[in-house]
């Protein structure tokens, strides 16, 4: 099995929230699978924010103190940067507003001019092992077509209104997204 070697550069910038920490190694264990046959690490920057913010949820102290929730996330963080050197990671601790749409402003903000593509994970995403394949496939054929502007989702369901539609594969356009109990 040969090791990729990217052309582009990317970021994979990842808003966790306290509450979220139980399915975090999940998240880091396919992290690691989705970077460890890059040949060229220096090329993927990992940043992850944990945050600690308690402005919508408390921590339940009974349960786990802010001391344990930062060592299972660094925990987790020493793990990725064994086989991935390029991790960058921030506390958030404040207790204002800043969630997942500031992280997220703030990522592509912060990358925007040093990355070619800036990918936006969730503590409970995994990216296929194939997705710097097929980002790196999607880049060269926008290139010759000369395209540059666009989105790509691994996503597989659709889980947005309407005004997201010029992302949806047309087979998908029609269907109508019900949440229920069973994912459906």
Known sequence: NMNTILKNK???????????IEMFKDFIDGLINLLEKIE????????????????????DVNKID????????????????????NVKWSVHQGDDF?????????????YCKKVDYVMWGETDSFFPKEA????????KYT????????IMSFADRKMW???????????????EYIDDENHH
């Open 132 to 139: 710097f394949q097929a980002l790196e496939s999607l880049s």
């Open 98 to 110: 800043y969630f997942h749409a500031d992280y997220r402003r703030d990522l592509n903000y912060n």
């Open 10 to 20: 990317y970021v994979i910038g990842t808003h966790v929230m306290f509450f979220e």
């Open 40 to 59: 060229n690490k220096e090329n993927v920057i990992v940043d992850l924010c944990f945050n600690l913010s308690q402005k919508l949820e408390k921590i």
């Open 66 to 85: 802010k001391k344990e929730l930062l060592a299972k996330f660094s925990n987790q963080v020493r793990r990725l940067e064994h086989v991935h050197p």
């Open 143 to 150: 290139d010759e077509q000369n395209i540059h502007r666009y």
């Open 161 to 175: 209104d309407s005004s997201w539609d010029p992302t949806v594969h047309k087979d998908y356009v029609d269907l």
